[in-house]
C-alpha cells in the first residue's frame, strides 16, 4: 500500500526527468487497456518524465502518443521501441512476444537501466521482464510496478478447449503468483475488487497491492454528441436503441448477448442492437455475426464495424441502453464510457462493472447465468422512459468524478515513491547481496566479488531464457495449430465449392 498521503490533483516534481521504461502488450486503439496506458504516458511525458514505451507490433505500428514538447537532456533516449511477436490468432491485433533481453531492452531505451520499469498488464513481454530482472543481485534490480488489468486465466479457460484451458489456467495462476512475489515488484495496481480477490488467490501478499480505478474523458464521451441523425438511422421508428461495444470475440460474452437478444424478439420488443467492434480475424467475427444472423434477417441487429475517436463518442451517445455482457473484464472501461455519455448500463454481475455501477441506480447488475433477469430489465428500462432519464443523469454525474488526472497522479506519485524507496535503500546496503547464500563468504572479498558475481548473473540469466524459450516453444506450437484451424475453416467452404464446380465441369 502506498504509505504516504498525496494529493491527487497535484504531479509530482520530483518524477520530473526520471527514466521510466514501460513495457506493455498492446499499443495503440486496440482495446481499454491499451487507451488507458495512452493517458497515463501522455500524462507522464507531459510533466517531464522520460517514458520509453516497449510493445510488440500491431498492425497500427505507429507512434500513438502525443509528442514531446520540450527538449529532452539524455543522448540515448528513445520514446518507442517496438518488437517481433506472433500474433494470437483469435486477436491478430495482439501478439505473443518473441524472447528478448532484458539487457537488450535497456541498451534500445536509455542507453542502461531506467529508474523504474512499469509493466502494464504484464504478459508475454511483462513475464519475461520479471523473470530476468529476478535474477539480477538486489542492488542491480531495477524496482517494478505492475498494473494488472487483464484477466489472461480467465481468458484461458474461455479460449482454450478443455482440458487445455484448465491447465493454462492453473499454470498462469501459479506463473502470476511467482513473479509477483519476487522483492523486484513493488507495487501491483489492481482495478476492481475481483481483481484484488484473484491476486489474493495465487498469494500475491496484501502490502503489494493498491487499487488505481480507470478515468474517463468526459468532454469526448458526453450526452451533448448525442446525433439524432444517427439515431434516425439506426431506428427509424422510434425504437429503443441497445448499444454495446466490444472487439468481437467469444469470450467478450457474445452467446450470453445473442440468446439475450433473441428472447427480447420471443418477447414482442421492437428494438435495435447496434454492435461496434470487429476483430482483424475474419473468422473469429464472423462467427460472432452468425450469431445474430436470424435478428440481422428481421433489420434489428446492425454492425458499423470499429470505431474511434470522435464517431465512437457520437455512437455511444446516440443509445438508450448499453448492454454489457462479458464476465472476463477486470475494469470494464467501455462502462464507464457509456455511463460519461449518459448512458444507463445493464451488465453482468462479474469482474470490474461490479464496483462500477450502483445497481438501481446508474444501471442494473444482473447474476451472470440469468437470462431472464437480463432481459427483465432490458424490458423495464426499454419501456420506461423516465426512470433511464434518471438512470443517465447518475451514471453521468459518477463518470464525471472518474478523472484520468486524479488516475494518472496516482501511478506517478506511487512511482516517485518507490524510486526515491529504492534509492534509499540502495545507499544503506554497504555490500552487494546475492540470492545464493552459499556464496556469501566469498563476496566478502572484493577481487573475487568483481569476478564471481557477474558470473553468477549470467548463469541465471541463461537459466531464465532458457525457461523462457521452453515455454515460447509450447505457446508457439499451439498458435501455429490455432492458426492452421482457422485457415481450415477459411478455405475449406471455399475449395469445396471449387471441387463441386470441377466435378460438374
Given amino acids: 500500500m502506498a504509505e504516504r498521503t498525496h494529493d491527487l490533483n497535484v504531479f509530482p516534481s520530483g518524477l520530473g526527468g526520471k527514466r521510466i521504461l514501460l513495457c506493455t502488450e498492446s499499443l495503440g486503439p486496440v482495446n481499454g487497456v491499451s487507451r488507458t496506458t495512452k493517458m497515463l504516458v501522455d500524462h507522464l511525458r507531459s510533466n517531464g518524465a522520460l517514458v520509453a514505451v516497449v510493445a510488440p507490433y500491431n498492425h497500427t505500428k505507429v507512434n500513438t502518443f502525443n509528442p514531446i514538447s520540450s527538449p529532452v537532456d539524455c543522448p540515448f533516449y528513445y520514446e518507442e521501441v517496438r518488437l517481433s511477436g506472433y500474433p494470437l490468432p483469435f486477436n491478430p491485433e495482439l501478439s505473443v512476444a518473441y524472447p528478448v533481453r532484458l539487457s537488450e531492452l535497456y541498451r534500445r531505451t536509455f542507453g542502461g537501466p531506467p529508474d523504474l520499469i512499469y509493466l502494464a498488464s504484464p504478459a508475454s513481454l511483462g513475464f519475461q521482464v520479471m523473470l530476468q530482472l529476478r535474477q539480477y543481485t538486489k542492488e542491480l534490480q531495477v524496482p517494478i510496478i505492475c498494473n494488472f488489468q487483464t484477466d489472461l486465466a480467465g481468458y484461458c479457460s474461455l479460449l482454450f478447449p478443455w482440458p487445455l484451458g484448465k491447465i493454462a489456467n492453473e499454470v498462469f495462476g501459479f506463473v502470476q503468483g511467482y513473479l509477483f512475489r519476487d522483492t523486484s515488484v513493488k507495487t501491483i495496481f489492481y482495478p476492481s475488487t475481483f481483481v484484488k480477490t484473484y491476486l489474493t488467490s495465487v498469494n500475491v501478499p496484501s502490502d503489494k497491492m493498491e487499487v488505481l480505478r480507470r478515468g474517463v474523458e468526459t468532454k469526448g464521451f458526453s450526452p451533448a454528441k448525442r446525433s439524432e441523425q444517427l439515431r434516425k438511422e439506426w431506428a427509424p421508428n422510434g425504437e429503443p436503441i441497445l448499444f454495446t461495444c466490444s472487439r468481437l470475440a467469444g469470450e467478450k460474452g457474445f452467446a450470453f448477448l445473442a440468446d439475450a437478444a433473441r428472447e427480447l424478439d420471443n418477447r414482442g420488443m421492437e428494438f435495435k442492437l447496434v454492435i461496434v467492434g470487429g476483430n482483424r480475424n475474419s473468422v473469429v467475427e464472423q462467427e460472432v455475426k452468425d450469431m445474430f444472423a436470424p435478428l440481422q434477417k428481421k433489420n434489428k441487429v446492425i454492425f458499423p464495424g470499429f470505431k474511434i475517436g470522435e464517431e465512437l463518442m457520437t455512437h455511444y451517445a446516440s443509445a438508450d441502453i448499453f448492454l454489457h455482457c462479458s464476465i472476463t473484464e477486470t475494469f470494464g472501461l467501455v462502462v464507464l464510457e457509456a455511463m460519461a455519455s449518459g448512458v444507463p448500463v445493464i451488465a453482468r454481475d462479474e469482474g470490474g462493472p461490479s464496483d462500477i455501477i450502483e445497481h438501481g441506480k446508474t444501471g442494473y447488475l444482473v447474476r451472470p447465468d440469468d437470462l ?106 499451439y498458435l501455429v495449430f490455432a492458426d492452421v484451424g482457422h485457415l481450415v475453416k477459411t478455405y475449406s467452404p471455399r475449395a469445396l465449392s471449387w471441387l463441386k464446380f470441377i466435378t460438374r465441369g
Fill in 372 to 477: 431472464d433477469d437480463f432481459v427483465q430489465k432490458v424490458l423495464k428500462l426499454g419501456h420506461d422512459t423516465i426512470t433511464r432519464e434518471q438512470f443517465a443523469l447518475a451514471a453521468r454525474t459518477f463518470a464525471c468524478e472518474a478523472t484520468w488526472e486524479r488516475v494518472s497522479n496516482k501511478a506517478a506519485w506511487q512511482m516517485l515513491d518507490t524510486i526515491e524507496k529504492f534509492d534509499q535503500n540502495k545507499k544503506k546496503s554497504a555490500l552487494p547481496t546475492t540470492r545464493f547464500p552459499i556464496f556469501g563468504w566469498l563476496l566478502l572479498s572484493g577481487p573475487v566479488r568483481h569476478f564471481l558475481l557477474p558470473q553468477i548473473i549470467k548463469a541465471k540469466l541463461a537459466w531464465a531464457l532458457s525457461i523462457i524459450f521452453s515455454f515460447w516453444v509450447v505457446v508457439g506450437s
